[in-house]
């Protein structure tokens, strides 16, 4: 999975179900995209919160792009956090957790979501062993087969898909060749489940910041699991969509 910003809850229940999880970090850089943005609920509607990058070419990869640090974009996500978050449950937990590791001197974006998501990982309880995927040597450039030379690499026998793939692997007969080299080829299947969120109506989707704030580092584990459903086989999904 590419490393996003301030992930939602499936992304951490995928990480939970993995032996492995490759931080895909070699790939093209797409600034309106999940990389660098993602949503909190607030009182005024959901919100975006965006994390700066400077300019780069349009075939920038993902570890080679860089935050833009002339904004002062930390102190206003905290600043977000404390309006928004001042009366959850768990916010002086959170906040100060946060407020730490914020105060660390980011320069890449790569940097910045990866150790995000393995502290939070860490803190909720998740022992997940992390991997880039610019480490691992992949010389395959089409881009079924850079997915069956990674879980080759990481001596996997089961590749978990996100469903957002689905497409792509249909199209260029990906099951059929995951079975080439002995690898089941399955797709995630999650389904958010609602937590107490206060005064403001429970939003599916949004940045696990929300459940963190909310029911802490043990609940929000307890909340990942919760939503958790059994992959689905290729098969499977593609009957779905076909329905």
Not at 65 to 70: F, H, P, S
Not at 121 to 148: C, M, P, Y
Not at 176 to 189: C, S, V
């Amino acid at each position: 999975m590419q490393p996003t910003y301030f992930p939602w809850l499936g992304y951490f229940d995928l990480i939970d179900q993995s032996d492995v999880f490759i931080l895909y970090n070699d790939v093209q850089l797409s600034k309106q995209s999940w990389q660098t943005r993602n949503r909190i609920p607030t009182a005024n509607g959901i919100t975006l919160i965006s994390l700066p990058i400077k300019k780069c070419a349009l075939d920038t990869i993902i570890k080679d792009a860089q935050i833009d640090n002339t904004k002062p974009w930390q102190k206003k996500l905290l600043r977000t956090m404390q309006l928004n978050y001042a009366k959850a449950s768990h916010f002086e937990e959170i906040y100060g957790w946060l407020s730490a590791l914020l105060e660390q001197n980011y320069h890449s974006l790569q940097e910045l979501n990866s150790t995000f998501i393995m502290e939070t990982a860490k803190k909720i309880g998740i022992n997940t062993q992390f991997h880039f995927s610019s480490e691992l040597n992949i010389n395959a450039t089409d881009r079924v087969d850079r997915l069956i030379e990674l879980s080759k690499k990481s001596s996997c026998n089961v590749y978990l898909s996100t469903t957002g793939s689905y497409g792509y692997l249909a199209e260029e007969n990906g099951d059929n060749r995951f079975k080439e080299h002995g690898i089941i080829l399955a797709f995630h299947n999650y389904k958010p489940v609602s937590y107490s969120t206060g005064k403001l109506p429970f939003e599916p989707y949004m940045s696990v910041l929300d459940t963190l704030f909310h029911c802490g580092f043990v609940g929000t584990l307890e909340i990942i699991r919760a939503g958790r459903k059994s992959s689905l086989s290729f098969k499977e999904y593609n009957a779905l969509q076909h329905e």
